[in-house]
């Protein structure tokens, strides 16, 4: 037996999200059922998280083990032509029998994709949260500073939700512009479900001038998701990198 | 009567091109339906020039006559909640009443995409051409100077395909790299039948060096298709602009 670690990338589109689910289409299922043929046994993998329904990802990571001999470096070419084409391995490395895809990462950088256009984006619809608002971008990235640091982001964390830690740490958060896309890069020890969607909203409502950005001070403190801003679709979202 | 120039913008991913055809979902027919709504009569629009089957559109041109009066500063905004997402009127303007959106046009620019990526692509797959090969980008943008002037393009036009006058002007024809993507940029006076995209494949293939950039001059002495590059697919091409 032997463990690999695979970096994938996915256009969510068209998924229930990463995780199994019966009947569905996920990415978890057509993985599993293109490692499984490849390898000729039942192979499960193990992600470095779920991501929800149509959420990308640019370098998701997950495991798996086989007993089966493989060259590491060719195997995405080959397995590439045997999966969908909205599926892709970028690498595949052996790891260590006790690494573990979800327990060992470190940090993850999520991406949140905004694109400023007065008029509907026809080509970007699919791969971007489209605003047609201007944005005061100066004070959304003053509001960034106030997300950074270890904080109870219960009010970030989709409304109902039943968790006992909504304890993170945020290492990261900055925005890039360029032209009219907007590129929310969040980098933190792991995320409550929905979190970065609301931060994207968030800051886009600052920007609108619906908050101020020392608001978030008190959005954090309130700890209830009905003082933040809106949570953003999931097409804008990539999940970016996994460190470990 | 008045006459309004509409430019409009689509993902030509799930049409069968721009003009109109019995039964199937065209970009002409959905503009046509939902004009026709809108100003409760036939309306006909003429474009500057069809798109093939999954050709997208940055700034296609179109106008259309109607007696009936509306504020055309807004119109984008209202018709863009009535058209399918993948169509959306970027600005319209009342022309003179002979205009003609094809018979003027004057220049018209191509934009054709490439994604330099040694990895299947799932989130560029629905907008490039994936070249999983090493280009020589010097080659191809000295290969670029050949094509440049008025010459008998027959060569560079779908084989087969009858057509008495094969002589058009290339303006210019750059090619802009950032980062893995680059982008071919072509103005013409006029196009022939994939002839952007056999323009795009037969540079890719002096980038691989199954061509040198001089050869393009016997390529196009040829005026046999034989003798030219691939003609790439269509998912990468954008009708960039048109010029009155």
Redesign the interface.
Known sequence: MARYKLTI???GGRYYGFQRQNGLPTVQAELERVLSTRFQENIIVQPSGRTDAGV?A?NQVVHFDTEKQFDTSSF??SI?TM?P??????SCERVSDDFHARFDAKKKTYLYKVCLSK?????K???YHICFYDLDIEKMKKACQFFIGEHDFRAFMLADEEKENTIRTIYDLHIDCEGEDLFIYVTGNGFLHNMVRIIAGTLIDVGRGRFAPEDIIQMIDSKRHVMTGKTLEACGL?LYSVEY
């Open positions: 990338c996915y256009d990308h640019l995405g070419y590439n999966l084409k909205d599926i892709a391995v970028n008029i509907h984006s026809p080509l619809r699919l791969y990539y």
